[in-house]
């Protein structure tokens, strides 16, 4: 499916044509780009005895872990997201997990499927980022064609059953003004990991090092500007690692799911 | 009319009950504390010929000069604030100025009113600061009983007429959650100076000692602090100041007009 990115048919396209396209097998790398302005969402798929504690860690997370799908155990369906959504097929890429050891990469998870999995769509920061370009605030590392720069810090997430461990962040560095807008808009996407949970002196989250990232790529931060930390949908990829549950399946980096959701029916305002 | 602050009296009090005491000369000072959870207004008259330019003046810089009322040319009167409210003798005291020259500071100026005269009523700090403080966050100066720390910048207004100069700003030391969660409320309350106008580095804003401000009381940065910036209702006194009109009439510093709004319903959500 090349050539999709930047088109008029990518500008106009849906997320179900999106999906319809992946689940065709037709598209098999990563979601940026596809069906502009639809919410696109990290996977994280448990058996139902971890997925209870999973849950309870979500909402007892909200900013690094908002939950914005969620399947009945054994469905692969979140009709809310999607009507013909089938998380199986709909993601380009996934990633499958035994023990806390990468297995596979597959396009399609439907012969691993089983009726005791639980899917869980959890936002990301592309719906906010598309707020903020769109209201003219430049994002350095997206312009470079970078991936965002990540850390994890000395906040700490609040506990559920085996679930713990360090808050990971994304930085993007703001001039004064920019970061104040920021802050405007990103607090009405609290699905998405709203306001930003610090700004300015990193080591004071535990940063010892902001020109090296934990994950993602170095971004400069010039003279004028202020790095501004946000709550990252890495806390509960990272956080699942830690477990090593018998059996997980997440999507495989850059590699989403794509919802009929619009961004801007994300916003609480 | 001692004692009134802290009272439940005082608790209890409504805008008008404030502005009877003040109109019965039984209280001349200073206006915080009275009839808490109301909105208190800088006071600037002018006359009419004057008047037309500092109203472009403040719609072109809303920020450090939102108005909040306005009287028609040679009434007394803002109904917006106060059904019963006569400008003349609401305040405690006034500055009477004369070609840029502080003449007098009467507690009553019905005998110098004038039929071309204006009186503009523009958002106070207080306001957003009782908004802060209702929401857990500290605020040093008020903590300590001192006046905020203000500064000229080389922010520059939009000038309107004879009407212009450099912004003035208030700066509040505050932890970067604080200031995120500050930058929110405050986001809600664009009549009363809105979202900050700038964090961080002082030096960006032309502020070369952050240490002593041009006008309140010096205030300490943490270590864990970041200082953050709101334009100021001192702009527009020191805009007319420097214009020199041939007359104008203020409030006296800390002698506010009390009005009948409640600080909530200054919140545009």
């Given amino acids: 499916m090349d050539g999709i990115s930047g088109s008029i048919e990518a500008q106009q396209q849906s997320g179900l044509a ?5 689940r065709a097998a037709r598209h098999d790398g990563p979601t940026a780009g596809l069906a ?6 990290n996977l994280a798929i448990l058996p139902r005895d971890l997925a209870a504690d999973f849950l309870r860690f979500c909402h007892l997370n909200p900013k690094p872990c908002p939950v914005i799908g969620l399947s009945e155990p054994g469905s692969p369906h979140i009709p809310a997201l999607g ?8 993601l380009p890429r996934y990633r499958v997990w035994r023990d806390g050891a990468l297995v596979a990469e597959p396009t399609d998870i439907r012969d691993l499927w089983r009726d005791d999995l639980v899917a869980f769509v959890i936002g990301c920061s592309f719906s906010f980022e598309q707020a903020l370009l769109d209201d003219g605030i430049p994002l350095r590392h997206i312009a470079r064609g970078d991936n965002v720069a990540m850390w994890r810090t000395s906040i700490p997430t609040n506990a559920a059953g085996p679930f713990s461990g360090p808050m990971v962040v994304s930085m993007r560095p703001l001039k004064a003004a920019d970061a104040i807008r920021a802050i405007q808009i990103t607090s009405r996407f609290p699905a998405v990991h709203g306001a930003p949970v610090h700004l300015g002196r990193p080591d004071l989250i535990g940063i010892t090092d902001i020109t090296r990232p934990d994950y993602g790529d170095p971004v400069a931060i010039m003279d004028d500007e202020v790095p501004v930390f946000w709550a990252c949908g890495v806390t509960p990829q990272a956080v699942i690692a830690a477990v090593k549950p018998a059996f997980a399946i997440t999507h495989a980096p850059g590699c989403m799911l794509v919802t009929d959701r619009r961004n801007s029916q994300m916003a609480a305002l």
């Fill in 36 to 41: 502009p302005g639809h919410v696109q969402g």
């Fill in 83 to 90: 009507a013909d959504l089938d998380i199986r097929t709909d």
């Fill in 18 to 22: 999106a999906r319809l396209v992946i």
